[in-house]
């Protein structure tokens, strides 16, 4: 009897151990610093509710908290077998961190001083995931709160001989105004290069403000490099509007960012942009659809770098297409003093193709007071199967798109 006894003790054992905390000492001791560093972020105080900037002191202690996160990460990946479930992992962290409470909504008091503290460091969340293309990684993303929005650090880890060790890390540097920071929002997938058991992480985050709706994200495409900052492989900024959150995707072949992006068109102020990427070991194409229709294309490929802008133009106008293109690229350029009002105008359909469509940009420029003569642009398209083509842009309207507008302003 006292053989099955014990017998049944050495079974249990094993899973007993797997719901108890990490028995590992300097785990205690990570936790520990998570809390001493914390403590100094909430005590800070900032000048007001609007702001935005951290001085250098707070930037050090920033950085330690991030510092004492992945050190805890790494000590509790450290004692956990390769087949562990990361929810069981997360939970883990959130209870050593008070972690993953339920946001309380404030009721505004206008009799109510404004709360100048517990703002850096407040609100910690922890994720841990497997991607779905990758389950031999874990994931870990931790965020916390700063002044207007929050900041992100995000780990990947993956077995080696027998134990999780950190692969990647990714996470803003210093920065003197919340603007650097991982937040406003943050979006991440990994992608698994074909026919290699080799990885890249994709992530996209947006720059914080206090005020400001219009706001710029960039995005990047990260190499992990044993010891050392992961290596950057590509990386665009993009101006958007921070009234909608953007959307990450894996495709088959790459990635997709879709968000409110701005047109100059300052009667629509904002249109859907997409962003898709086709990914290769050595090159990041930036492929179609990049619009949901014809206005937002001839948007986007006025926006657009010419070197993308010329792969969604027909072959027999490029020469005309390349002399139109920069006549709208100084919009882009920060000293520019002087710019025209531009308006779409009507989208109209085309008698000699279905798929041949003609859009309006009319430009109406205001300098010392006088108004230039407008000077339309008609731009012809051809659309695709999820895609457009851009065929010509004259100061003349085609003959044959007389049709209805078939996009016209509310």
């Known amino acids: 009897m006292k053989s099955k006894v014990c017998l049944l003790i050495f079974l249990l054992a094993p899973f007993a151990h797997a719901d108890q905390p990490c028995p590992q000492p300097d785990l205690h001791t990570a936790a520990q610093q998570v809390k001493a560093v914390r403590a100094q972020l909430l005590a800070f105080k900032v000048q007001s509710e609007q702001d935005e900037a951290v001085p250098e002191s707070l930037q050090a202690q920033i950085r330690k908290f991030k510092d004492s996160l992945g050190s805890l990460a790494d000590a509790e990946l450290r004692c956990v077998p390769p087949n562990a479930d990361p929810k069981i992992i997360e939970a883990r962290l959130a209870k050593l961190l008070g972690a993953n409470k339920p946001v309380k909504e404030e009721v505004y008091d206008p009799k109510k001083p404004p709360q100048l503290d517990h703002i850096y460091g407040d609100g910690i969340t922890v994720k841990v995931t497997t991607p779905t293309k990758s389950p031999h990684l874990f994931v870990v993303e931790f965020r916390f709160d700063i002044a207007c929005s929050f900041d992100s650090v995000l780990l990947v880890y993956e077995p080696r001989e027998g134990h999780w060790q950190q692969s990647l890390r ?27 058991a080799g990885w890249l992480l994709v992530a996209g985050h947006g720059n914080p403000w206090c005020s400001s709706n219009m706001s710029g994200f960039g995005v990047d495409v990260l190499q992990p490099v044993q010891s050392a900052r992961p290596r950057a492989l590509f990386h665009k900024d993009i101006t958007y509007s921070r009234a909608t959150d953007p959307v990450m995707k894996q495709t088959t072949d790459g990635f997709e960012l879709r968000m409110e992006v701005y047109t100059p068109d300052t009667t629509l102020i904002t249109r859907p942009g997409i962003y ?19 206005r937002d294309f001839v948007d986007e490929w006025l926006q657009s770098p010419w070197s993308d802008s010329k792969n969604w133009s027909a072959t027999t106008g490029l020469p005309q297409l390349e002399a139109v293109h920069p006549k709208f690229e100084f919009l882009e350029d920060p000293k520019t003093k002087d710019w025209p009002s531009f308006t779409y105008g009507p989208v109209r359909t085309c008698s000699d193709s279905k798929a041949h469509f003609q859009v309006e940009l009319d430009e109406e420029w205001f300098e010392n007071q006088k108004t230039r003569p407008d000077k339309p642009t008609y731009f012809q398209i051809q659309t695709g199967i999820n895609s457009f083509t851009m065929l010509s842009a004259s100061a003349q309207p085609d003959p044959h798109c007389t049709g209805p507008d078939i996009m016209p302003k509310q």
Do not use: H, M
Not at 282 to 292: G, K, N, S, Y
């Open 170 to 196: 990714w996470q803003s540097g210093n920065y003197d105004d919340v603007s650097g920071a991982f937040g406003d929002f943050f979006q991440y997938q990994v992608l698994q290069q074909k026919n290699s």
């Open 276 to 294: 898709r990427y086709r990914v290769t070991a050595t090159e990041f194409e930036r492929v179609q659809p990049i619009a949901l229709n014809g």
